[in-house]
């Protein structure tokens, strides 16, 4: 939600206004919280009601600021923002503020010029809102966007000039949630969630958690062999501390079609599609080819990555 979605209307004035225009302004109006100064339509400052009479009720204050201009009163300084940004870039704004402005109205513009303005009260309340609503289109075992978000990403992706969908698969997951349980199941996959944050989330770049074990980022650039590296590296790193190690050894388990087989340490493949070599129309078209690349990495014993389906792989 944008910060000019919430605006509300108060009274502008210039700065030449006088302050006894400004106390009728307040008086008319107990519910205005304060008067927004303007010049040629811009916004260099305002006037709060709680300032505005701490100054006047001062011992000379009366005599000294009624019968003069508002310039002499106005709080400059305050925080000004365009009609465009996000109301959760707003708040963080507004709450590094001094404690003196740290209630005062938010001013909005549009291409420079005043709009209205934003109460703190109503700031924080469609904050908590926004915040509800991006919630409920997390994952909740890895709090990273699901797949309504991941959809519209993809859509948005398709705009890129050059981008590249990375999409991680763990091999061999269910043998070890249907040994261990799904309880350390889940362990193994916030270890996945901090690892792909790690390199991935934390460089702004997009991390989606599709459900169960599959994940998905989108990067707008073709430079994703050393991320993918350092991925399987860090997860190859430390995944036997999730094993008894004399399972692996000894351990049997059924495999799809119910024939036992030794059981396999659970290792993470990662498919890659670019847009260098091939224009996609659609997210359809997308998904068809890292599906494709996804299968040819399943085949593939060891954690690895497949870039396009033809470049090199990396074997762990």
């Known amino acids: 939600m944008k910060i000019g979605e919430v605006i509300e209307n108060v009274p502008c004035i210039d700065e030449y206004v006088k302050n006894k225009e400004v106390d009728l302004l307040f008086t008319s109006n107990p519910s205005l919280r304060s ?6 339509g811009r916004p260099i400052g305002h006037i709060t009601r709680t300032h505005f009479y701490q100054k006047i009720g001062t011992r000379y204050g009366y005599n000294l600021f009624m019968g003069r201009q508002n310039q002499l009163i106005i709080k400059e300084n305050p925080l000004i923002v365009d009609r465009c940004i996000p109301i959760t870039e707003v708040s963080t704004e507004a709450m590094q503020r001094p404690a ?47 797949n309504k978000l991941i959809d519209d990403k993809l859509e948005e992706t398709l705009e890129f000039q ?4 990375i999409y991680f698969d763990l091999d061999h997951f269910k043998s070890y949630n249907d040994t261990y349980g799904f309880n350390k199941g889940d362990k193994i996959l916030r270890y996945l969630t901090e690892i792909l944050k790690k390199n991935i989330a934390e460089t702004h770049d997009f991390l989606g958690h599709i459900g169960g074990d599959d994940f998905v980022a989108i990067v707008p650039h073709y430079e994703v062999r050393a991320i993918c590296q350092r991925i399987i590296d860090e997860f190859d790193s430390q995944i036997l501390g999730f094993y008894d190690l004399e399972d692996i050894v000894h351990l049997q388990v059924p495999n799809r079609v119910g024939k036992l087989q030794p059981f396999t340490c659970t290792s ?10 091939r224009q996609f129309d659609s997210v359809e078209q997308l998904s068809d ?3 494709r690349i996804k299968k040819e990495c399943k085949k593939i014993s060891g954690s690895c990555y497949l870039i396009n389906g033809k470049e090199t792989y990396l074997v762990h």
Do not use: C, M, W
Not at 130 to 145: C, E, G, H, K, R
């Open 35 to 40: 008067v927004v100064v303007v010049q040629e």
């Open 100 to 146: 003196e402005d740290l209630y005062d109205d938010v001013i909005v513009t549009k291409d420079g010029y005043f709009l209205g303005v934003v109460s703190i009260r109503e700031l924080l309340l469609k904050l908590v809102e926004t915040q509800v609503a991006i919630a409920s289109f997390l994952n909740p075992l890895s709090s990273l966007p699901g």
């Open 162 to 165: 050059q981008y590249s969908l």
């Open 268 to 277: 993470l493949s990662i498919a890659v599609v670019t847009n260098e070599h």
């Open 289 to 291: 080819a890292i599906t």
